[in-house]
């Protein structure tokens, strides 16, 4: 009760007024509206206005909505945003003022708009923006990166920036700042993405052709975000074309696209529809061999959504998507199969020029499904997943010209099935039974405020405070341990163990069997050297309250996630930052430095499986984790040559000792480096255009390679042979490095695209196994596993 009143007390105290605020000369009113593109009608999102000489710089918000507080008289308006020339208007502003803003795309041809519009346009990376730490991708960006088998991927596009590190090349899934895969939270339209994989990984879920943008969070995370530890990938799918019926199309090497866009009836809204699909599966029968005829392989996703206007200030908003991967070996009894499902429901309304209100409902599904045959006569299935239903208010009020202030809440609830095992066909003369491991329930609550302050044209400041708390509820069983210590560390063997089973106890549907809760402060703070350099500084305390249980750097499909409860502490984190951004002839450039410190991290002990475990606490250890570094980013968006270099250098660590010991626990309890740490990573990213009609894209990476656990001696013992392995992660794969091409034809109405993966077939080590030669087992050699070589892509894309 004392901490609810706490928090209720600190989001409706009012923050103190400047003097410019509070004593104003002037009479003072709202313009208020949303920015939005001329030819198709759609908001902009990020869109930067500034008023007459940088009185006031604001930015829309990812509804396109933008309030200003502006004295009587004539204002200057100058809005910028990617891929748009710029619009210079003046306004005569002498009562409240709803304005829409509209801007014209830019056309690359024409290099001296280019030139003129793309200084200030990047809010992500404006000195003047209070925001630290953030990266927004366009699709037209992300379409200039050379793409793998022809499918621009905006996940893939994510790991090209500083701070940001792939796994696997065999996955999208992505480190950042060091942290575990899924410490980072993929939001889809403000849906949860559990998974967002395609092929095991290979390619992303999210088809680039009905996204607008993805907006990355690092560090300094708004108080809106919450429930993983280290970023949160915020897409949002474009609203259809307001003006007119418009569509594209497109057929690659591995799938085909098509989206269809257009205005409701009487232009009081837009649609759009998309869909994308695979065709392996259509050429796999005219195999000649008739074991390969009858299998299947594909996927597919789709997009949807519809908006309808609510007078001129308000909006009601449906988007879904619905994704779907299939693999199945019928000649060796084996299939598997994973997808995602996702709606939200939003209403969006602006009221009184000041208080734009949104309050949206979301609902997301992750299945995954393994059919095997377990006997000659018998087969089996097992199928897992989670859904998550969450309802959210959010509530911005623009106070006075300089100050904005952010509140809300949201419910979710999800339910957590880690798996069903049961026998498929005739199952009376089966030995198999069906076997599961029961449901878990989880209920979050959270409250956050934020508060947006500019105190003059040099001082930018930002506080939030989120709390959240965290139910594990019932129905569902509680177990009891020795000591209450599920894991256990056995100095004689030198490893961890679990613990002893006493007993257990049911518990009754709907009662709380662990509780969590705990405030999130977040900070951030500009100081603008010049009107093109400033200094920023950032703060923020995150919070997750489930984990994903894999023992792998690169999660799959089948990975079960795990809620926290009585034995699993929800993990923590502070981060601090420190940086300078600044722009010089068309470039900008930022630079940053962190260090974060994490409680209550996971590791799994060695030879676990959690594969139908039901308790899952016997298989991990929780412990501390740090990661620091240092991250540079340079990125030019004007002339023929536009791209950008990122390079990260970083080190990420953890520890786990054991309780009660001075030497106990993973690697005797000291500081090892995490299975994402990469000590140096660096991407360079171009686009040339060649002629009017030709652009030429490439890409190079180069990076450490990740952690790995070799063996350092091997004895022979009773007859055997056993190998002894050394610390934790203390050996690392070879030196990665890639390059990527590709070449684009524009016409007047489509392009053709040629893509080139891995130029010079340079083939990555994924992973390194040590093996004993057959003729000799007292020789061993290390072999290496790599994903792909040189891949070639070739797609086409018309409009209509």
Same mark, same amino acid.
């Given at each position: 009760m004392k901490r609810s009143l706490l928090l209720f007390a600190f989001l409706t105290a009012a923050p103190p007024l400047s003097a410019q605020d509070s004593l104003p000369s002037t009479r003072h009113e709202r313009v208020a509206g949303y920015v939005r593109s001329v030819a198709?009608?759609?908001?902009?999102?990020?869109?930067?206005?500034?008023?007459?000489?940088?009185?006031?710089?604001?930015?829309?918000?990812?509804?396109?909505?933008?309030?200003?507080?502006?004295?009587?008289?004539?204002?200057?308006?100058?809005?910028?945003?990617?891929?748009?020339?710029?619009?210079?208007?003046?306004?005569?502003?002498?009562?409240?003022?709803?304005?829409?803003?509209?801007?014209?795309?830019?056309?690359?041809?024409?290099?001296?708009?280019?030139?003129?519009?793309?200084?200030?346009?990047?809010?992500?990376?404006?000195?003047?923006?209070?925001?630290?730490?953030?990266?927004?991708?366009?699709?037209?960006?992300?379409?200039?990166?050379?793409?793998?088998?022809?499918?621009?991927?905006?996940?893939r596009t994510l790991t090209l920036l500083p701070g940001v590190a792939t796994t696997s090349d065999a996955s999208n899934a992505f480190s950042v700042r060091g942290g575990s895969t899924d410490q980072n939270l993929i939001l889809l339209d403000e849906s949860t993405i559990y998974n967002p994989s395609h092929i095991l990984g290979f390619l992303s879920t999210f088809n680039a052709d009905a996204i607008d943008n993805v907006t990355l969070y690092k560090g300094g995370i708004p108080a809106r975000f919450g429930g993983r530890l280290s970023s949160v990938v915020d897409i949002r799918q474009r609203d259809g074309n307001r003006e007119e019926f418009a569509g594209t199309a497109s057929i690659g090497l591995l799938s085909s696209k098509l989206l269809v866009e257009g205005p409701v009836p009487g232009k009081r809204g837009s649609y759009m529809l998309a869909a994308r699909?695979?065709?392996?599966?259509?050429?796999?029968?005219?195999?000649?061999?008739?074991?390969?005829?009858?299998?299947?392989?594909?996927?597919?996703?789709?997009?949807?959504?519809?908006q309808v206007n609510i007078g001129s200030t308000g909006a009601v908003i449906a988007s879904g998507f619905m994704g779907r991967d299939l693999f199945a070996l019928p000649s060796?009894?084996?299939?598997?199969?994973?997808?995602?499902?996702?709606?939200?429901?939003?209403?969006?309304?602006?009221?009184?020029?000041?208080?734009?209100?949104?309050?949206?409902?979301?609902?997301?599904?992750?299945?995954?499904?393994?059919?095997?045959?377990?006997?000659?006569?018998?087969?089996?299935?097992?199928?897992?997943?989670?859904?998550?239903?969450e309802l959210r208010i959010d509530e911005t009020w623009q106070m006075t010209a300089n100050q904005r202030l952010s509140v809300g809440g949201e419910f979710s609830r999800n339910l957590f099935r880690p798996g069903r095992l049961s026998p498929v066909g005739d199952t009376a003369g089966?030995?198999?039974?069906?076997?599961?491991?029961?449901?878990?329930?989880?209920?979050?609550?959270?409250?956050?405020?934020?508060?947006?302050?500019?105190?003059?044209? +040099?001082? %930018?400041?930002?506080?939030?405070? &989120? @709390? $959240?708390?965290? /139910? +594990?509820? %019932?129905?569902?069983?509680?177990? &009891? @341990? $020795?000591?209450? /210590?599920?894991?256990?560390?056995?100095?004689?063997?030198?490893?961890?163990?679990?613990?002893?089973?006493?007993?257990?106890?049911?518990v009754s549907r709907g009662t709380r069997m662990a509780y969590f809760d705990g405030f999130e402060p977040r900070a951030t703070a500009r100081f603008s050297l010049t009107p093109r350099h400033s200094l920023k500084a950032s703060?923020?305390?995150?919070?997750?309250?489930?984990?994903?249980?894999?023992?792998?750097?690169?999660?799959?499909?089948?990975?079960?996630?795990e809620p926290a409860g009585p034995f699993i502490r929800p993990q923590v984190a502070d981060q601090y930052a420190f940086g300078w951004t600044g722009q010089y002839r068309g470039v900008e450039f930022t630079a940053e430095t962190y260090f974060r410190r994490a409680e209550n991290v996971v590791d799994y002990i060695s030879g676990v499986d959690v594969f139908l475990n039901p308790r899952l606490e016997?298989?991990?250890?929780?412990?501390?984790?740090?990661?620091?570094?240092?991250?540079?980013?340079?990125?030019?968006?004007?002339?023929?040559?536009?791209?950008?270099?990122?390079?990260?250098?970083?080190?990420?660590?953890?520890?786990?000792?054991?309780?009660?010991?001075?030497n106990g626990g993973i690697s005797g309890g000291r500081w090892y480096v995490s299975p994402f740490d990469k000590t140096h990573n660096l991407?360079?990213?171009?686009?040339?255009?060649?002629?009017?009609?030709?652009?030429?894209?490439?890409?190079?990476?180069?990076?450490?390679?990740?952690?790995?656990?070799?063996?350092?001696a091997r004895y022979w013992v009773d007859g055997f042979l056993v190998a002894e392995y050394g610390d934790r992660n203390s050996s690392r794969l070879p030196l990665y490095h890639r390059l990527d091409l590709s070449l684009t034809r524009q016409f007047r109405r489509s392009e053709l695209q040629f893509g080139l993966v891995n130029a010079y077939n340079r083939f990555n080590a994924q992973s390194l196994r040590v093996e004993q030669r057959n003729d000799n087992p007292l020789v061993a050699d290390a072999v290496q596993t790599s994903i792909f070589g040189i891949i070639p892509s070739l797609n086409y894309a018309f409009r209509f």
């Open positions: 198709s009608g759609e908001v902009l999102r990020g869109a930067v206005i500034r008023v007459d000489a940088d009185a006031q710089v604001r930015q829309t918000n990812e509804e396109g909505f933008y309030a200003l507080v502006l004295p009587a008289g004539t204002h200057r308006l100058r809005v910028r945003v990617i891929g748009y020339a710029p619009l210079d208007t003046n306004i005569v502003v002498n009562a409240r003022l709803d304005l829409t803003l509209r801007l014209r795309a830019l056309e690359t041809v024409l290099q001296a708009v280019q030139v003129q519009a793309k200084r200030e346009e990047r809010a992500d990376l404006d000195p003047a923006a209070p925001q630290m730490s953030v990266v927004r991708i366009d699709m037209t960006a992300a379409k200039a990166v050379p793409p793998v088998l022809g499918e621009v991927d905006p996940l699909r695979s065709y392996a599966d259509a050429f796999i029968p005219l195999a000649s061999d008739t074991t390969i005829r009858d299998n299947r392989a594909y996927f597919y996703d789709l997009n949807a959504k519809a060796a009894g084996f299939g598997a199969g994973w997808g995602n499902r996702a709606t939200a429901l939003r209403w969006n309304q602006a009221v009184g020029g000041r208080l734009f209100s949104k309050i949206s409902g979301t609902w997301s599904d992750y299945d995954y499904k393994l059919g095997f045959r377990a006997e000659p006569d018998d087969s089996a299935s097992w199928v897992a997943g989670i859904v998550s239903a089966s030995s198999l039974r069906t076997r599961e491991v029961e449901r878990r329930i989880g209920i979050t609550r959270a409250a956050f405020m934020n508060w947006e302050m500019d105190v003059g044209t +040099r001082l %930018g400041l930002q506080a939030g405070l &989120r @709390y $959240a708390d965290f /139910a +594990r509820v %019932g129905e569902g069983t509680l177990y &009891r @341990y $020795a000591n209450e /210590a599920p894991v256990v560390w056995n100095a004689a063997l030198d490893r961890y163990e679990p613990g002893v089973l006493v007993d257990s106890s049911r703060y923020a305390r995150t919070q997750q309250f489930l984990q994903l249980a894999s023992n792998t750097n690169s999660p799959t499909p089948l990975d079960v996630w016997t298989m991990l250890v929780q412990g501390e984790g740090r990661a620091y570094g240092l991250e540079l980013f340079a990125r030019r968006a004007e002339g023929r040559f536009t791209g950008w270099a990122s390079y990260t250098l970083a080190r990420a660590e953890q520890r786990f000792p054991a309780a009660g010991t001075t991407s360079l990213v171009g686009s040339w255009l060649w002629t009017p009609k030709w652009r030429v894209g490439s890409t190079f990476m180069l990076a450490s390679g990740l952690p790995a656990t070799l063996p350092r």
